[in-house]
């Protein structure tokens, strides 16, 4: 029974979704192909997060500046073998003490492997969460670009991540 209710808010969330995304588009004059195809892109990646995570999972929540640390992480451990402190303080401009203090309270809850001196190791709890707060971040860039704002879409994007909740997203 519980499976069943957990499909069926699922189905309900996705109606909802596609149903406003419907209204959205037909309130336009013309809808041209990219503004479908951005549409359907957006109408997937929606179906993606609600099966990857359970609507309304109680989750113990990691701050947004432990978000951000996590996030980048993901992004580097595609791009680059080795993880290190400096590699994060980099990117994201802060101090080498401000990272380390991050990687400590990530690796308590089961983010990260990390021991001083050593590269840094995503677990998979940390590549999955890591991969959520990327494509959390690109839906929030494509949900503004659809909307054509013309405010900073990355800045934007990164202020809406932290204060919206997973089923707002």
């Not at 909802?16 to 892109?41: A, V």
């Not at 303080?89 to 001083?116: E, M, N, T």
Request: glycine share 2%.
């Amino acid at each position: 029974e519980a499976l069943f209710m957990s499909i069926k808010d699922m189905a309900d969330n996705f109606l909802w979704n596609y149903n406003i995304l419907l209204w959205f588009y037909k309130r336009e004059q013309s809808s041209s192909p990219t503004e479908i195809k951005e549409c359907n892109i957006w109408i997937s990646f929606r179906i993606y997060l609600l099966w990857t995570k359970k609507i309304g999972e109680d989750q113990t929540m990691l701050s947004p500046s432990l978000q951000d640390y996590l996030e980048e992480m993901y992004r580097l451990s595609i791009k680059i073998n080795e993880i290190r402190v400096s590699d994060i303080a980099q990117v994201l401009d802060v101090s080498l003490p401000s990272v380390v203090k991050a990687l400590h309270k990530l690796s308590s809850r089961g983010y990260v492997i990390y021991q001083p001196y050593e590269a840094i190791k995503l677990t998979e709890k940390g590549v999955f969460e890591g991969r959520f707060l990327v494509q959390r971040n690109q839906l929030l860039k494509d949900f503004l670009t659809v909307l054509k704002t013309s405010s900073d879409i990355e800045k934007e994007a990164e202020s809406m991540e932290h204060y919206l909740s997973f089923s707002t997203i």
